[in-house]
């Protein structure tokens, strides 16, 4: 049997599940948010939650902001995932309160930052979304939102409206203990390079985008 020693030499107890680590001020181009830190002890990521204005425990208004390099630092036109962030991050600054976690590990529906830019290549050649993480032998969704339950625990958040167009989403966050009263969805508009991508996620993934409809011209 194995114990986690201290630094200071002293047995402590294994811990498991995230662990708040710090508070910090993060003034940002849209609001003043706080950024707490967490240390998920079952996978060892270091996670994130900006938190805006005062948090009630029930219906906060929430996005569980799955990481995407490319599209949130890069401006990738591949996903939408950076206008989702950004329109995220201004729904909840106009809300008053509200929660943004960014959940590290979730590249590409959790394949990772390698896994993903593969699969971009593969979807270059003409594969959707779907086909690509399984040519590479990948799977087609790995995000686990455990983390993402326990970080809204910790904030006493009992039920969210959540920010998201994925009914997957909601259903693994009620797993996890979190009511979502409502789903808001947030929709961004689509643009040449990504219409395949977001017609793969309605059709293959369940998402809910009905503002594609309006969308026939690049068919
Ligand atoms: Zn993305």
């Known amino acids: ?57 029930d219906r906060v ?31 909840v600054v106009a809300e008053g309160s509200g929660i943004v976690v960014y959940l590290r590990g979730h590249e590409g529906r959790g394949i990772g930052l390698l896994g993903k830019l593969r699969a971009m290549a593969l979807q270059a050649e003409g594969l959707d979304t779907v086909e690509a993480n399984l040519a590479l032998g990948l799977p087609v969704d790995a995000r686990d939102y455990g983390v993402a339950a326990g970080i809204l625990s910790d904030l006493g958040v009992r039920s969210v409206r959540l920010m998201s167009n994925n009914p997957r989403k909601r259903e693994s966050l009620e797993r996890h203990g979190i009511e979502v009263a409502e789903t808001v969805p947030l929709l961004i508009e689509p643009c040449e390079n990504n219409i395949t991508y977001l017609r793969t996620k309605r059709e293959r993934l369940d998402h809910v985008l009905p503002h594609l409809d309006a969308v026939a011209h690049w068919s």
């Open 1 to 57: 049997m194995t114990e986690n020693i201290g630094v200071l030499g002293t047995k402590s107890p294994r811990r498991s599940g995230v662990e708040r680590v710090v508070n910090a001020p993060l003034p940002t181009v849209y609001g003043k948010f706080q950024a707490i830190g967490y240390l998920d002890h079952d996978r060892g990521d270091e996670q994130v939650a900006l938190v805006y204005g005062d948090i009630d425990s």
């Open 61 to 91: 208004l929430t996005r569980l902001h799955s990481e995407c390099l490319t599209g949130d630092a890069f401006g990738s036109q591949h996903c939408e995932c950076g206008d989702q962030l950004a329109a995220a991050l201004r729904a």
